[in-house]
């Protein structure tokens, strides 16, 4: 079993209004521990067949994750496909690259 030794920013964007009625995107980053693990064969497979392209399961601490859908790991962006509780204590996020991230 892997150490909570990796960082992970959790990546929190929401839209406030300015004076003017203008949506201003607005960008939070945590930092959090972590545990990787690897995407599972049977995992991964099935999700190909959904056009996602799961990458990287990360495994953080539940009460540190507020519903974030975007982290960066390791100097790339992910975006959060999903998450599994399989305890009260632990919450695996799996994630596929994003954008200009994606390696063809």
């Given at each position: ?53 799961p990458e990287i399961v ?47």
């Amino acid at each position: 079993m892997s150490n909570w030794d990796q960082e992970l920013v959790l990546i929190e964007q929401f839209f406030e209004e300015d004076e003017l009625g203008n949506q201003i995107p607005t960008v939070t980053r945590r930092e959090v521990l972590c545990k990787k693990k690897s995407v599972g064969r049977t995992e991964f497979y099935s999700a190909a067949n959904s056009d996602m392209r799961p990458e990287i399961v990360l495994v953080v601490h539940t009460y540190e994750y507020q519903g974030e859908r975007k982290v960066e790991f390791e100097g790339h962006q992910y975006s959060v496909l999903r998450t599994y509780s399989e305890n009260f204590e632990e919450l695996e996020l799996t994630c596929e690259r994003v954008g200009a991230d994606v390696k063809s």
